[in-house]
């Protein structure tokens, strides 16, 4: 089970009624609201790091000599873009 911290937030009055108003519509209150978004933000930045080294790491040669070899089985009947 996670630790749960709290961290006084201070949100410009425009943000504050949007996030009022959106928690309320879907049922749910601000704290969960703040955290779900804050959770979803924080995904976005990592897979765009993670996705970032692994292109880094990338060996296009390879690739491309894998794509282009002449080795496998002809598509199978009813297998078509």
């Known amino acids: 089970m996670s630790e749960i911290s709290t961290y006084p937030l ?5 943000i504050r009624a949007g996030v009022e ?12 609201f703040v955290s779900i978004a804050v959770a ?3 995904a976005m930045l ?13 060996d296009l ?3 491309d ?10 598509p199978r009947a009813g297998d078509t873009w």
């Open 21 to 32: 108003r959106v928690s309320k519509r879907d049922g749910v209150s601000i704290n969960q």
């Open 40 to 42: 979803e933000k924080l």
């Open 46 to 58: 990592e897979a765009e790091t993670y996705f970032t080294e692994r292109r880094a790491r990338a």
């Open 61 to 63: 040669e390879a690739f």
């Open 10 to 14: 201070r949100l410009p009055r425009s």
């Open 65 to 74: 000599r894998l794509m282009m070899r002449k080795t496998g089985e002809p």
